[in-house]
């Protein structure tokens, strides 16, 4: 397979068994492909103990040992359910060898021909570093205050790639999801994944730091960032705190709900975060911002009090000494149907 095909699996999106162990699919993978291990951690563990100590073809004879009889058929069967329901899944190890080219030949035995990606996982995961380290746009910066509902606008827009969905994490001190966030390689795939699907030639970001909670943007993509036009949306005080109790208290507590986390969480995962940014904020502004937010989640005080006194004690004095450095850059600023308007007017030609 060239590197063409490969970039095509890539971007198109096809569906991969990608039969690595889990902790090895943990640790990163390509977006569309399922989990369908040829060997356990466990398994592999000792397989790899065995190669070390006596060489490949005593590792193959205990993997095959290992794998047998109902083992084997369960593990075959599993793999043919996914290609019955997409025929043209495909079959991915770590370098397209042993294990890739065993489970191929196993399905093919078992009656489904599929590909396997040549050069495995490694091939994939070099398309996507490569993709991430040429991104041949133009880009537009969407800047804004906290709660300014910038994720908002960026959903609106066709030209845009969410950072922060990919991340899933809001950005923020405050930003933790209840779910966790992917692992820095998987977020770079999915990134690359997004780019070479995006259909136009100006792109639009959310203006964002170096790291969004645990992983990092492509040193290239800050880099383009830090010098890419900025639309600047403003939006009163009070629409803010109200977007923020919304997304943060209501949606989040709704959430906790449906997964079956109780509401104290929300409120402990708030206090750590302050904890976080107590250099920052100083002991009697922590104290203070302890008691407002303590106090509403026991429904002693609104929620509105502590997110006002979060926002103009902390957050947008350090957002408003941010963009002091970077007014020169500023090109358009207005509401926020006047800022979607301007950027859906810069999605430029089609790629």
């Not at 709704?254 to 920052?280: D, S």
């Amino acid at each position: 397979m060239s590197d063409a095909e490969n970039l095509d699996l890539v971007r198109n999106q096809t569906p991969l068994i990608d039969v690595r162990a889990p902790i090895e699919f943990k640790q990163g993978h390509i977006p569309n492909s399922i989990n369908l291990p040829i060997l356990s951690d466990e398994e592999r563990h000792r397989v790899g103990i065995v190669y070390k100590q006596q060489g490949n073809e005593a590792a193959v004879r205990l993997g095959h040992k290992l794998v047998s009889g109902s083992i084997k058929d369960e593990r075959i069967a599993r793999w043919l359910e996914v290609c019955k329901d997409q025929p043209s899944t495909q079959i991915m190890c770590w370098r397209g060898g042993q294990r890739s080219t065993l489970a191929q030949t196993w399905l093919q035995d078992a009656g489904a021909t599929q590909k396997k990606v040549a050069g495995g996982f490694k091939a994939l995961r070099q398309v996507c570093i490569d993709v991430l380290d040429s991104p041949k746009k133009n880009w537009w910066l969407l800047s804004g205050r906290t709660g300014s509902a910038k994720t908002v606008i960026i959903h609106g827009l066709a030209n845009s790639i969410d950072l922060e969905g990919r991340a899933n994490h809001r950005g923020s001190a405050f930003g933790r999801r209840l779910t966790p966030q992917p692992t820095p390689v998987t977020f770079e795939n999915s990134l690359a994944i997004d780019y070479l699907n995006h259909k136009f030639s100006d792109l639009v970001v959310e203006d964002e730091s170096r790291t969004i909670g645990s992983v990092g943007l492509p040193q290239v993509w800050s880099e383009h960032m830090q010098t890419a036009d900025i639309a600047l949306v403003e939006v009163s005080l009070a629409e803010r705190v109200a977007h923020i109790e919304k997304e943060y208290v209501t949606d989040a507590l709704l959430e906790a709900q449906a997964m079956g986390v109780p509401p104290e969480q929300i409120q402990e995962n708030y206090l750590a975060a302050l904890q976080r940014i107590k250099r920052r904020l100083g002991g009697l502004r922590l104290s203070e911002m302890e008691q407002r937010l303590n106090a509403a989640f026991m429904g002693q005080g609104s929620h509105a009090s502590w997110i006002s006194y979060l926002l103009t004690e902390y957050y947008d004095p350090m957002y408003d000494f941010q963009l002091s450095k970077k007014t020169d850059r500023i090109v358009f600023r207005g509401n926020r149907q006047e800022v979607l308007e301007f950027l859906r007017s810069k999605q430029g030609t089609r790629a």
